[in-house]
């Protein structure tokens, strides 16, 4: 991934909210893919009953990011990858 290019980064929203103390590396990855938006605001109702399960991160696209899918699939699977724990990737 360019970083010239990318705004591409990877987000603990539950923690950032105060909704945990923090993140919970004992639990499955729950790594959220947002849609069109880049947002994680489409799903952030459900992630309070997520976070009992998991360890839920989101991935944030800026908007003046210009990573095209293959730079973004990419950027996930280096994430997951150096987790080293189940996980779990939606969008």
């Not at 003046?64 to 280096?78: E, G, Y």
Request: net charge positive; charged share 25%; aromatic share 8%.
């Amino acid at each position: 991934v360019s970083v010239a290019r990318s705004a591409l980064r990877i987000a603990s929203p539950l923690v950032e909210e105060g909704v945990v103390s923090k993140e919970d590396r004992s639990k499955p990855l729950l790594l959220y893919v947002p849609g069109i938006d880049g947002s994680r605001l489409s799903v952030f109702l459900q992630l309070p009953k997520l976070g009992v399960r998991f360890d839920v991160r989101c991935l944030e696209i800026s908007a003046t990011d210009r990573s095209d899918f293959d730079d973004v699939v990419a950027f996930a699977r280096s994430f997951v990858g150096r987790e080293g724990r189940p996980y779990y990737v939606v969008g």
